[in-house]
């Protein structure tokens, strides 16, 4: 008779593979085909210096969120549209944090935290942008607080941001 008992090896295996039907899952709500989108008028215009963006979002009392995203993509563009532009987490989010967009493919020179400057595409592999889109918060200090990888719907992303108390 065969030993029903798993290896922590089987488990891990055994757990991975759920991980990916889960993410096969909901990445099939979205049809991953290009879609145009714009950034809400309402995200901050920025000449790139995160440092400078940081100290003001923290003289404004909020948070400074980067979003990066890649042009036409559609989990780019359903997040967009779920958090940033219409109903009430656009209107928490515009409230608590000064959101900035990064394309990862892009050229422009953008000073980060670390006082060095990076075109979008090489701070976007610096910081190990993986997937689009990516949304990143950086605290008060100077530091990132919070990666969110991938698309989320809108409460599960709500519940990943850290707001501060009010």
Request: proline share 6%; glycine share 6%; charged share 25%.
């Amino acid at each position: 008779m065969r030993n029903l008992a798993q290896t922590p090896f089987q488990s891990l295996i055994f757990g991975l593979i759920l991980a990916l039907l889960s993410i096969q899952i909901q990445a099939k709500e979205i049809e991953a085909k290009p879609m145009h989108y714009n950034m809400p008028s309402w995200f901050k215009s920025s000449f790139l210096d995160i440092l400078a963006d940081v100290d003001e979002a923290r003289s404004a009392g909020k948070g400074l969120l980067i979003f990066f995203h890649l042009e036409n993509c559609p989990f780019c563009a359903h997040l967009l549209k779920d958090n940033f532009t219409t109903g009430p987490n656009k209107e928490k989010i515009q409230r608590n944090f000064d959101v900035i967009g990064i394309d990862v493919k892009g050229d422009l020179p953008v000073v980060w935290i670390d006082g060095k400057t990076y075109t979008e595409k090489e701070l976007a592999k610096k910081l190990g942008v993986f997937a689009t889109p990516a949304v990143f918060v950086l605290g008060p200090q100077h530091e990132v607080v919070k990666k969110v990888m991938g698309y989320k719907k809108p409460d599960e992303f709500m519940a990943l941001l850290p707001f501060r108390k009010q």
